[in-house]
Nanobody, 123 residues
Framework: QVQLVESGGGLVQAGGSLRLSCAAS????????MGWFRQAPGKEREFVAA????????YYADSVKGRFTISRDNAKNTVNLQMNDLKPEDTAVYYC????????????????WGQGTQVTVSS
């Protein structure tokens, strides 16, 4: 089992920045990749970013490329999402997710999820 806890959400004005963190615990040695997803009201959950832990290769949705950065902090066993130049359309609940075992596809099929953290961007 893997437990994930997100933190760092909040209210920010358009153009501002926020940094989300995801703390992993439990059988973290089994994690192959970490991802961030978001779900806005009335919309389906969508992929935001992912990090393949073995190679540190990152993947981003086109809508956030160049503005968001996913990274890991090995000392703290966390994965972070730095969000810059935030836009009102970035408003959503953001979820951290962990994928167990090798996979070519990091855009879905995650095994464990956090409870989510709200990000609200005002115009």
């Amino acid at each position: 089992q893997v437990q994930l806890v997100e933190s760092g959400g909040g209210l920010v004005q358009a153009g501002g920045s926020l940094r989300l963190s995801c703390a992993a615990s439990g059988r973290t040695f089994s994690i192959y990749a970490m991802g961030w997803f978001r779900q806005a009201p009335g919309k389906e959950r969508e992929f935001v970013a992912a990090l393949r832990l073995s190679s540190s290769v990152t993947y981003y949705a086109d809508s956030v490329k160049g503005r968001f950065t996913i990274s890991r902090d090995n000392a703290k066993n966390t994965v972070n999402l730095q969000m810059n130049d935030l836009k009102p359309e970035d408003t959503a609940v953001y979820y951290c997710a962990a994928k167990i075992g090798y996979s070519l596809n990091l855009y879905g099929g995650y095994d464990y999820w956090g409870q989510g953290t709200q990000v609200t961007v005002s115009s």
